[in-house]
């Protein structure tokens, strides 16, 4: 069950916590900020914006599935998942990261892989980016239970390196069906590796943000935004990630 927050000034109390509401001080091209914040309190204002929705095209069909997890639910597949010696990521996890959140979430938070203190822990985005990430999620009136967390691979890559394309490979079919299982209206891609894995494409961030996408697999409308961890080292570009946030609300309104 999500959670919208109306209140002005909780939510600018979290745009702040998000770091948005400095720049907005400082700097004047951040009126871009200042505007949305205000709009965005006011109840009824989201989908009027929405300029463009993606029309979800069939889903691709589904691969052939001789393991049956096509039939598991999110604790059969969690279980597998757990038991996965599919790639080589396996040999220096600690745990696997399956995933976090609402069953039923309409929201799905999608990055690329455990870092280290997520292997430590088998819970994705946790320590400071994780806490950013739910920054993020609070501006946008979201408890971080309200939402459904995953990877694009389930075990930690060495070094924080990205993930092979075979390793991806082996562990796409856990997120298809995880994203069959929750069914979110939207998924949100954060990060370049994960907006490419997701969309297959080769694209750079900053091409892929602020248009409309479509999971091929399940039909899921895509918003692409920043990892949290790029914005802890890259703070000028939250306001970036607040205008995709936005377009986050909006779908979210539409889709109500
Ligand atoms: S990354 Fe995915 S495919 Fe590879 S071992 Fe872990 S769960 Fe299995």
Redesign the pocket.
């Known amino acids: 069950m999500t959670r919208r927050v109306d209140d002005p000034t909780l939510r600018q109390a979290y745009l702040e916590a998000m770091g948005v509401q400095a720049w907005a001080r400082r700097d004047a091209a951040v009126e871009r900020v200042a505007a949305p914040v205000s709009e965005a309190a006011g109840a009824g204002s989201l989908a009027s914006d929405v300029t463009s929705v993606p029309t979800p095209p069939s889903p691709t069909p589904a691969p052939m599935d001789p393991s049956g997890i096509g039939a598991l639910d999110l604790g059969g597949l969690a279980r597998v ?1 757990a038991d ?7 040999a220096g ?1 600690t745990h ?1 990261v399956f995933g976090v959140g609402d069953p039923s979430a309409r929201l799905m938070i999608v990055g690329e ?1 455990p870092g280290a203190e997520e292997d430590r822990q088998g819970e994705p985005f946790v320590g400071r980016a994780g806490r950013l990430l739910n920054a993020m999620l609070r501006a946008m009136g979201l408890d971080r239970e309200a939402v459904y967390i995953a990877n694009i ?3 930690r890559p060495p070094n924080n390196r990205d ?1 092979r394309p075979e ?1 991806v490979a ?2 796409s079919r ?1 997120l298809r069906r995880q994203i069959e299982l929750v069914r979110p209206g939207i998924i949100v891609a954060v990060g370049r590796v994960a907006a490419q894995n997701l969309l297959g494409s080769t694209e750079t961030l900053g091409r892929m943000r602020g248009r409309e996408h479509v999971h091929a697999a399940t039909g899921t409308p895509v918003v692409v935004t920043y990892h949290p961890a790029y914005l802890l080292r890259t703070p000028a570009d939250k306001w970036k990630a607040w205008e995709d946030l936005r377009r986050v609300m909006r779908l979210l309104e539409r889709d109500r």
């Open positions: 998942v996965c010696q599919a790639c080589a990521l396996a996890r696997t892989g691979v389930k075990c993930p390793e082996a562990c856990f």
